[in-house]
């Protein structure tokens, strides 16, 4: 069984904070990483993706991989009350028609 | 990025209904859709996957007669849930996917059964 874990939270932090979201995947042949935000009610959005090793900067978010650890997680700098979502972990492997392995995802609350 | 719409965007129908909910990419060809469905507080479920032109792929537990996935064109899938009952009233998102392998997300269609 191909699996993607995440720590459901609530993860609870103030604003202005780092937010560390941290998955674990299971499968060794995962070969890109996606993290996606959900609001309440809504679709998911895709915040950031990374397929190699190593840490992936975008504005306030940095993804960081380590593939011998099997371990995905994204930082949230100068977090904001608007950064309050469900964050997703989602995993691509090379078979299976190439669909993602979601995790549950980790509840996130910035408090002002 | 790339943006794919949903509609109905809410729908409210009758128990023994059929109800048909459409994906498009708009500004993209999307060889590969996928439906979901998220109950509430719950992780996204895949349902299927829908590759333009062939049948789909459904997952574990899912039955394809009750829900219809039609994928004729690079930019549209449909999912039509027949004979819909109350426990089918859900949250059903579509992505699709462009050629870089990222999966986009429709805005979700709310369905409820009465």
Same mark, same amino acid.
Request: proline fraction near 8%; hydrophobic fraction near 15%.
């Given at each position: 069984q191909k699996e993607v874990e995440q720590n459901s939270g609530p993860l609870s932090v103030p604003e202005g904070a780092i937010a560390s979201l941290n998955c674990t995947y299971s !499968?060794? #042949?995962?070969?890109s990483f996606f993290w996606y935000r959900q609001y309440s009610g809504k679709s998911p959005e895709l915040i950031m993706f990374i397929y190699s090793n190593g840490d992936k900067e975008d504005g306030r978010f940095t993804a960081q991989l380590n593939k011998a650890s099997q371990y995905v997680s994204l930082l949230i700098r100068d977090?904001?009350?608007? !950064?309050?979502a469900t964050y997703l972990c989602a995993v691509n492997n090379? #078979?299976?028609?190439r669909k993602l392995i979601w995790g549950l995802g980790t509840s996130l609350a910035v408090n002002p | 990025g790339a943006v794919v719409s949903q509609h109905p965007s809410r729908v409210i129908c009758k128990s023994g209904t059929s109800v048909k909910i459409e994906c498009r990419s708009l500004d993209f060809q999307a060889t590969t859709m996928f439906w979901y469905r998220q109950f509430p507080k719950k992780s996204l479920m895949l349902m299927a996957t829908s590759n333009e032109g062939s049948k789909a792929t459904y997952e574990q537990g899912v039955e394809k007669d009750k829900f219809l996935i039609n994928h004729?064109?690079?930019t549209l899938s449909t999912l039509t849930v027949t004979?819909?009952?109350?426990?089918?009233s859900s949250f059903y998102i579509c992505s699709a996917r462009d050629l870089s392998h990222e999966q986009f997300f429709g805005p979700g269609t709310r369905l409820t059964v009465l």
């Open positions: !499968d060794r #042949g995962s070969q977090s904001q009350p608007s !950064d309050s090379a #078979g299976n028609n | 004729a064109s690079l004979s819909a009952h109350p426990e089918d």
